[in-house]
Structure formats: C-alpha cells, structure tokens
C-alpha cells in the first residue's frame, strides 16, 4: 500500500469535515513551536555545509520539502485534536500535541533506518549474487565516449547520454555523473589537508541518498580475482583498481523494494582520499558494470602526474623534493607508478628528474655533450639521454652527425612526421638485434638540446626509455 496517498486521502477527509473549524491562536502557535524545535535539530547540522553549491542547494530542497510536509502535518495534527476533544477543548493537557507530533516524527524515521558501516558485514550469498555481472565487452567499450573528470586530471568511459556535473570546494573536487535510466555515478577526491571529520561528513551525506533491504562488505581482491578471470580487456593500471586494496573499504546495498544496486568505495588514490558510490537500478545488470568500468579503463591525462603525499624534504638549494613518485603511461593504455629522485646537470644549469637507481654517464661527442642513463634491468645497448649541443653545431646537417655519433645506419631513417623539424626516428632490424629509437632536437634561451631514446625492441623498453626521456624534459628547471 503506498502509505503517502492513504494519508492525503485521509487528510482530505478530515479537512471536508472540519473545514469550518479554526484551531486557536494558541493550539497553532504551541504546534508551529513544536515543529520548529524539530527543525533545530537538524538545520544547524547543515550550516557548516552551505559554502557548498550543487549538492548544497539539492539538499536544501529536500529539507524544504520537509518543512512542507511538516507544516501540512500540523494542520492535520490540529484538526485531528478538534475532533478528538485536544488542543481547541478547554486547553487542559496541551502537552499532547506535543507528544503527538513526536511520535509521528519518529515514526517516520524509523520507515528509513540510518545505514551504520560499521555495522555492515560480508554476506556471502550476496557477494556471490553481485559477482555475476557483464564482462566488459571491448567493442563495445570502444564505441563509448571518453570524458575528462576532476577538473580534466582523469579520463573515463561513459555510455552516450550521459551528463557530467562538477564542483570544487574547500577541500574535496567532486564529480556527478548521470545516466539516461536512473543510473548515477558520484566520484569525490580530497585534498591533502582535509580532516577525518570532513571524510565523514561527506561520507554521512552519501549514505543519505542510499536504502537497502540487504547489504555486504566486499573485498577487492574478490573483485580483482572475478574480473581477471572474466574479462580479456586489459585494465590501465597492474591491477583491476588503481588504489591500494589494503586501504580500501567495499560496501554493496540492494534495495528489493525500491530495484536499486548501489556500490560504495572509501579509499586513496594517488595519495588522495576517495570516495565513490555508484547507483542503478537493480533489473538492469548492463548497468552494474559501470564501476569496475569506472576504474579498471581509468586514465590519467597529463604525465607525469605527482602522487601526493610522496614528496621528501626539499632541496636546500633548488627548493625541488629530493624524491618522489609519479604516474607515467607507457605505451597508448597503461600506466605505472615510477619512484624519481631530482638529478643536477651543474654545467647546463638545470634540474630534473630521473628513475631511482638509473645509471648516468657524461659523454663528450665532437658537436654535443650527452649525459646518458641507463637501467641494468635492462640490455646495456638500451639507454636514454639528454644534451646539449655545441655552439657552432651544423643544423641543417643534424641528421646525418646525430646518427653517425651513435652508429645509426641512414638508410634506417623512418619519417615519422610532426615536430619542427629536428626530429629523427629510426628502426634497424638487420644486425644481432632490433633497435629503435628517437632524436629530437630543441632551442631554449639561444642554446640548442636534445633528447634521445635508443633501444632493443626485445626489452619492450623502447616505450619505457622514451616516456623517462620525455619525463626529463617535461620536468626541467633553468636555473
């Protein structure tokens, strides 16, 4: 039975029935104070919370639908009393609007109970009911539209049709994703500073939007293990999700009455507190794929991305953390977490990071000096480097001197197109082994550099070498 059309019909009754009778000016005013007393204790919980925008001003639509709903109530309340010989009898016992209104209250309350986490534990037949979910299909995957998040620092996937909305407040960025049916993805990230306080208050409000008839924790590694097993789509990160599982706290809600699945994580990710919740509808198993979508197909736009929270005591010169970790992509899909430590070229006048434990070397050529690194877990013929050209170097035969210093057959010159000009790609699989590699030549303040990546295609580190050539560059100081 819907409960909320049996009470307005009701209500409506009544009122026909009384609608000739005023409740006295002191019955309204012992009930309106009632009910503001009510209000009390929930306004001011909210205030702290009204810097927020979007969600803030969907909030205080819900109390102002409360309010309503409240002061119908009143009335109803008082009429009831006229008919029941209460509050417009001869005003004895006036503490019985009161109590009556307080029990209503409460009794509303109690149709939603508060979801305590705490208190949720893993029910295995559920776990094993929210397993059986759509792999993620790569055609179709493909077919989807990529879209920028937090403020552009993330890419994901998301079916046509649906709507991004995003804040930004004191200290957490958030981001609300709304499909055609129903469905609504919600991705907070926290600043470094934000207090557990504030984790718990956004956290409080997220619960507010749930309801469940069951509910379960989940472990991570249960998802990691049911999607490597699942799914032949390579995911962007080593891992199914790009946090740490030991940090990670799972929740899984349905609601039978009212057909909804809802997914709520709590973890940290690139250094950051996260929360994420997802909601569907419960009939639509299509749609329950969306998170580990979310994640698993997750990209970070700009690299090297800096993982807060990893950066040491500056340098006392350069005012540069001495280490730090970052987020690289290697290759076109995938991306890594690489350690950094800040590395000083005197007689260039710059800084800029290497991988921690990768080996440099000075070399001085006839028309460049070349600083060059190399990692031992890889072929020693694989490197990469940084240099400067010297002053009178000939550009217009760039090519041909570049090559020949480090023994580069010409006729293996590939055009790759692009750049200004002073790029030199090149592929040589005709001696012991396959190598390829990368040139490119640039002027800074009258003085002209260069980067360079050279490699074995056995080692695959042809993409690693040329993202931590690219990383050096990308990260340079002048002095």
Do not use: C
């Not at 009778?21 to 909210?46: H, Y």
């Amino acid at each position: 039975m819907n409960n909320h059309r049996y009470e307005d019909e009701e209500f409506q009754y009544i009122m026909r029935q009384k609608k000739t009778m005023k409740a006295s000016t002191k019955a309204r005013e012992k009930s309106l104070l009632t009910f503001q007393d009510g209000l009390k204790d929930v306004i001011p919980k909210q205030k702290k919370k009204q810097n927020r925008q979007k969600l803030r001003q969907r909030f205080f639509v819900t109390v102002g639908s409360v309010a309503a709903a409240g002061i119908a109530s009143l009335i109803f309340i008082n009429y009831d009393f006229v008919q029941d010989g209460g509050l417009l009898d001869s005003g004895e016992d006036e503490h019985d609007g009161e109590e009556t209104f307080n029990e209503m209250v409460e009794d509303e309350n109690e149709k939603k109970e508060d979801i305590i986490l705490e208190d949720v534990e893993e029910n295995e037949a559920l776990v094993e009911r929210i397993l059986d979910r759509p792999i993620i299909d790569v055609n179709v995957l493909n077919t989807m539209p990529m879209h920028q998040i937090q403020n552009e620092t993330f890419s994901i996937y998301l079916p046509d049709e649906w709507s991004i909305e995003e804040e930004e407040e004191d200290y957490v960025y958030s981001t609300h994703m709304t499909g055609p049916d129903s469905e609504r993805m919600e991705f907070f990230l926290f600043d470094r500073d934000v207090n557990q306080e504030q984790i718990a208050d956004e956290i409080e409000e997220t619960l507010t939007k749930v309801t469940s008839t069951e509910e379960t924790t989940v472990s991570p590694n249960i998802y990691n293990d049911e999607f490597v097993m699942n799914n032949q789509i390579r995911t962007t990160f080593d891992t199914m999700f790009p946090f740490d599982n030991e940090m990670t706290e799972m929740y899984a809600f349905i609601d039978e009455e009212s057909g909804r699945f809802t997914e709520l994580y709590i973890s940290e990710l690139f250094g950051q507190s996260m929360i994420y919740m997802m909601d569907v509808p419960l009939e639509d198993k299509e749609s329950w794929a969306l998170s580990w979508t979310f994640f698993s197909q997750m990209f970070v736009t700009e690299t090297p991305y800096t993982i807060q929270g990893t950066e040491s005591e500056d340098h006392p010169q350069f005012d540069r953390p001495l280490e730090k970790s970052v987020i690289l992509n290697e290759g076109a899909a995938s991306f890594r977490e690489t350690d950094i430590e800040l590395y000083e070229i005197d007689e260039f006048g710059i800084t800029s990071y290497i991988p921690v434990n990768v080996e440099e070397e000075r070399i001085e050529h006839e028309h460049f000096i070349e600083f060059r690194f190399t990692d031992e877990d890889f072929s020693r013929n694989s490197f990469y480097s940084f240099g400067k050209l010297k002053e009178g170097f000939p550009l217009e035969n760039g090519r041909e001197i570049m090559f020949h210093a480090f023994n580069i057959d010409q006729a293996h010159h590939e055009d790759l197109g692009g750049g200004d000009g002073y790029g030199y790609g090149y592929y040589d699989g005709s001696g012991d082994y396959d190598i390829e590699g990368y040139i490119q030549l640039f002027e800074v303040s009258d003085n002209w550099y260069y980067t360079h990546h050279h490699s074995e295609r056995e080692d695959n580190n042809g993409i690693i070498y040329n993202k931590w050539s690219y990383m050096f560059k990308e990260l340079i100081e002048w002095e």
